[in-house]
C-alpha cells in the first residue's frame, strides 16, 4: 500500500461515518417516532465527536505528511493531488478550530433554536434577541479561529463556499440588483390575477405522490439509487452516490408545493448519483468542515443543481408543454378548467412577498441579498443585534416595497441564525447564477439542447452535466467550474438575461 | 465524576454506536434502495470494527479496573454490580477471541450466504458442503478461544443464551421430547381438514396493516416509542426502549402471516419498551459477544416475550372470541363463512411439516431439537458435514413422520449456519418453554389474570412482566428471572401441560 493509498483508507472510514451521520439524519426526520428524540441526540453527539476525533488525529497528521512526501511533484490537476491538498487544507482549518468552541456551538444550537421557534410563534423579537447575540458572539469567535484578511464573513463563508468573500459578494450583488429591481417594478406594474385559480380544490396525496416519482423519474432520478419519502421541510441527503434520499411535502390545496420541491430535491440529487463512483468514499465526496459526506463542489454548487432542474427546467413552458398532461390525468376534474399555458404562468407569478421560502424567481434573490447584507452588518458591528427588526424592514421596504406587519414574517422568518449558521444564506444565489450560467455553457455546448428539452430527452443535458460538472465531486471549486466550461467565473449576467427573457415574455414587458 | 461514572460514560457511547448499527441494519431491511448495498456494507464494516476497538481498548481495562475497585464489597445484587461484573466478564472474553478470527467469520459469511441461497436455490447440496465445512471448522476454533469444559457447544451458547449447556439441553430435550411426541401421535390420529378454507380469498395489504397496527397497539406497543414496517423475513429491533421498530410481512391470501408476525415482534417490542428508563445507554443493555444493543437477558429471553404474546395469547381462543369481530368489520366478505371459534381452529391446526418457519406450537419444537442435535454432533466430529443430509432425514423421520423430497426442503432449509451461527437455535425452544413457565407464574401472581385477558384487558399482565422480568433489562439471566418468579430454573413441565390442554381440547383427545 502507497502513502496515499494509506491516507484514503483512513479517510474512508472517515467518509464512512459521515455517511453513517447522513443515515442518522435522514432517519430522525423522515421516520423516527417522537419518542426516540432524545437517545437519537445522544447517538448523534456521539458520534459527531468520534468522527472529528479520528479526522484531527495524529494518525491524519502522519498519513498526510507521509502523503505528501509521497506526491511531491505529482500532477497539481489529478483527482490525487486535489484529494491531499484538500484533506491538509481541512486538516489545518479545523485544528485551528478549538473544540472547546465547537462545543459551546453545538450545545447552544437546540436552546437557541427552541427559544427561536417561541419567539417567532409569540411574535417576540425580544425573546429570541440573547440567543442571536450569542450566537453571533461565537461565529465572531469561530471567524477569528479560522482567520480572514478583510472580513469576518470571509472566514465564515469558508465553510460553505470556499473562495467565496464579502468583498466579492457585495460586487455581485450590486450588479444583480442592478438589473432585478427595475425588472421586478416593470413586472409589478403590469401584474393581473389569473382567471382561474387552480388551487381552490383538493388533490389528493396518493396522486400528487404519484406524479412527484414520475417527474424525478424523468429528469432521470435514479430509484434503484434512491428513494422519495415525505419531510415537513424537504431536504436531499446522500450516503453515498449509491444511495441518495430525497423528500418532498404535500399540500392537499396546493399542487406546485410538492411537485416543485420534488424536482428541486431531485435536482440536488441527481448531483449526487452522477458523482464518479471512484470518488465515493474519498476525500472528493467529504466535507471535511462541515463534518458532512456529501459530493457537490459547495453549497451554492449544489444549489445551482436543485435550482436549475426546479426552475430552469422544471417551470419552463417547453417542460409543461410536454407533461402538463401527466397532472391531468391524474387530477382530470380539479384542473378541468387549465391548460398547459394556464399552469405555466400560475406557477411562474411573480409577487413581492414577505417569506423568502415562497418566493418566486425573480424576488427570491432579494431576499437573500437582504439577509446576508444584515449579516455582514452584524459581523462588522455596523449593526447590532438590537437594531435588526428596523432594519430588516427598510430593507424589505427598499427591495420589495412591503413592511412587514410583525417580526414572524421578518427577522424571525427563518431558523438559520438560531441555529448558529451565519455566511450561509449567499449560497442559494451562488446557485442561482450558476444555473443560469450553466444552462447558457450547455446550449452554446450542445447545439441540440433546444430540440431535446422540448421532446422531453433530458438525457444529453444529464450527461453533460455529469461529463461537465457532476462526476468531479468536490475536485473543483465553484469557481473553477465555471470556468473550465464557460471561461469565466461567477458571472451575473446570463441570470439577468435568463429572468429579462422569461418575464419580458410572460408578462409582455415589451 | 466517580470511578463507575466514568466507565458507565464510556460503555454508554459504546452502546450508542451499538443503537447506530441496529439503525443501519433496519434501514438496510426495510427502506434502502438495492443499489446501497456495498456502500452500506462498507459502513456497517467500519462502525463494527471501530466499536469492537472502542470496547477492548486499554481504556476499557483502566475504567473497569479502576470501578472494581471502588465498587468493592458493594452490593452483590445492585444493578451497578452486575453491570459491572457482565462488562468484565464480556471484555474477558472478547480478549479471548482474535480479531482475526472474527474478521475470518466476517468475510467469509457474504460468500457463505450467497453459496447457500444459490445451493438451495439448485437443491445442490454438494455446493454448499464446502463452506459448510469452512464454517463449522472456525466455529470450532471460536469454540476453542472462548473456552469450555464438557462441549464446545458449551462456549457457543454463552454468545446467546448465557450458563447454558449442552448437558443440560439434552435433559430438557429428552423430557420436551417424552411429552410431545406421544401427544403429536394422537393428534395427527385425530386431525381432519376444517369445514371452510379461510385463505380462498383477497384480504387486502392496506386493511391488513390497519389490523397489524390494531392488535399491536391493543397489547400495549407504543407507537409514540416505534413503528410497524414491512420486511420480508420480519424482525425487531431498537435504538433504546424509546425508538422500538417492528416489522411484519403480508400475504394476500393468508392473513394469519401479517397478523402472527406483528404480535410476534411486538412481543419482543413490548419487552424493549419496558425496560427502567435508567438502562437506557448502560451494560444492561448492552450485548457485549454479539456487539449488539439490546435490553432482553438473552436470545432465549426474549423470544419468551414474542412467543407468549404471539401464540399464548394471540393464539388463545379468548383472544379471538373478543377479537374477531375486528377481522370480520376489516374483511367482511372474505370471513362472512368463519366465526372466532373457526378461526381459533385455523390458526391453531397441528400439521407435521418439513419446514420450521411454518410449524405449529406442537411441532415447532421437534424442529428445533432435530437442529440442536445436529449441532452438536457436528461439533463433536460424531457426524460429518457430508453426512449431514442423511442425519437430518431419519431425525424428520423419527419426530415428524416426514422425510424431505429433497435438501431445499431438508438440511438447506435454514440461513443460520451459512451465515457461521452455530448454538443460536436452541433459544427458540428455551423461548417456548420459559413462555408457558412465566404465564403460569403470573397466573399464580394474578389470580384476576384470566378475567383481565377474558375481558381483552393485557394492562395487568404488561405491568406484571414489566415488574418482574422487563424492567431488568440484561441484568438478571433466564434462569435468575424464572427462580425470582417461579422458584425453579428452566422447566419443560408447564409448556407440556398447556399444549396437553389447549389440544386435547382442540382435538377431543380425552
Known amino acids: 500500500m502507497t502513502a496515499y493509498e494509506a491516507l484514503a483508507a483512513h479517510i474512508a472510514e472517515y467518509n464512512d461515518l459521515l455517511n453513517i451521520l447522513n443515515t442518522l439524519k435522514w432517519d430522525m426526520r423522515t421516520q423516527m417516532p417522537a419518542g426516540g428524540a432524545a437517545t437519537r441526540g445522544a447517538q448523534l453527539a456521539t458520534l459527531t465527536k468520534l468522527a472529528k476525533d479520528i479526522f484531527v488525529s495524529d494518525k491524519t497528521a502522519r498519513l498526510l505528511d507521509a502523503a505528501e512526501a509521497e506526491l511531491t511533484g505529482a500532477d497539481a490537476d489529478a483527482y490525487a493531488t486535489r484529494a491531499l491538498r484538500q484533506t491538509r487544507d481541512a486538516y489545518e482549518l479545523q485544528k485551528r478550530i478549538p473544540a472547546e468552541l465547537v462545543g459551546r456551538l453545538a450545545a447552544l444550537g437546540p436552546e437557541s433554536e427552541a427559544a427561536w421557534a417561541a419567539a417567532k410563534d409569540a411574535d417576540d423579537y425580544s425573546a429570541f434577541q440573547p440567543y442571536l447575540q450569542r450566537m453571533l458572539a461565537i461565529n465572531i469567535e469561530l471567524a477569528e479561529a479560522i482567520g480572514y484578511a478583510d472580513h469576518p464573513f470571509d472566514a465564515l463563508i469558508q465553510q460553505f463556499e470556499p473562495g467565496m468573500t464579502a468583498a466579492r459578494l457585495k460586487v455581485i450583488f450590486g450588479e444583480l440588483k442592478g438589473g432585478l429591481l427595475p425588472l421586478l417594478g416593470k413586472i409589478v406594474a403590469n401584474d393581473a390575477p389569473l382567471p382561474v385559480d387552480l388551487w381552490a380544490a383538493d388533490y389528493d396525496l396518493a396522486g400528487q405522490k404519484a406524479l412527484c416519482y414520475e417527474l424525478a423519474e424523468l429528469i432521470g432520478f435514479d430509484f434503484s439509487r434512491g ?201 442559494y444565489t451562488i446557485g442561482n447564477i450558476m444555473s443560469a450560467q450553466v444552462l447558457a455553457a450547455a446550449r452554446r455546448h450542445l447545439p441540440d439542447l433546444a430540440g431535446n428539452l422540448a421532446r422531453g430527452d433530458y438525457t444529453s443535458l444529464l450527461a453533460w452535466l455529469t461529463d461537465s460538472i457532476y462526476q468531479h465531486g468536490r475536485a473543483y471549486s465553484t469557481e473553477e467550474l465555471l470556468r473550465r466550461i464557460s471561461g469565466e467565473g461567477l458571472s451575473v449576467a446570463p441570470l439577468l438575461d435568463y429572468l429579462e427573457r422569461k418575464y419580458s415574455d410572460l408578462y409582455q414587458l415589451n
Open 227 to 427: 428513494r422519495l419519502d415525505i419531510a415537513p421541510h424537504p431536504f436531499e441527503i446522500s450516503f453515498t452516490r449509491d444511495d441518495v434520499r430525497i423528500t418532498t411535502r404535500y399540500d392537499a390545496n396546493y399542487l406546485p408545493m410538492s411537485i416543485f420541491a420534488a424536482l428541486h430535491e431531485a435536482g440536488h440529487g441527481l448531483y449526487e448519483q452522477n458523482i464518479a463512483p471512484e470518488l465515493s468514499r474519498s476525500a472528493l465526496t467529504t466535507d471535511f468542515i462541515g463534518q458532512y459526506a456529501v459530493g457537490g463542489a459547495s453549497y451554492g454548487a449544489h444549489e445551482f443543481s436543485s435550482r436549475m432542474w426546479e426552475n430552469q427546467i422544471g417551470r419552463s413552458r417547453e417542460f409543461w408543454q410536454l407533461h402538463f398532461h401527466r397532472l391531468q390525468s391524474r387530477f382530470p376534474e380539479q384542473l378541468a378548467k387549465a391548460d398547459a399555458e394556464l399552469f405555466y404562468r400560475a406557477v411562474n407569478r411573480v409577487q413581492p412577498s414577505l417569506i423568502r421560502v415562497e418566493a418566486d424567481e425573480v424576488t427570491y434573490n432579494l431576499h437573500i441579498m437582504l439577509r446576508t447584507e444584515i449579516e455582514m452588518a452584524l459581523l462588522e458591528g455596523a449593526v447590532t443585534v438590537a437594531e435588526l427588526p428596523q432594519v430588516w424592514s427598510a430593507k424589505m421596504r427598499e427591495y420589495l416595497g412591503l413592511t412587514p406587519p410583525d417580526d414572524r414574517r421578518g427577522a424571525l422568518q427563518d431558523v438559520h441564525w438560531s441555529a448558529g449558521t451565519f455566511a450561509n444564506f449567499p449560497c
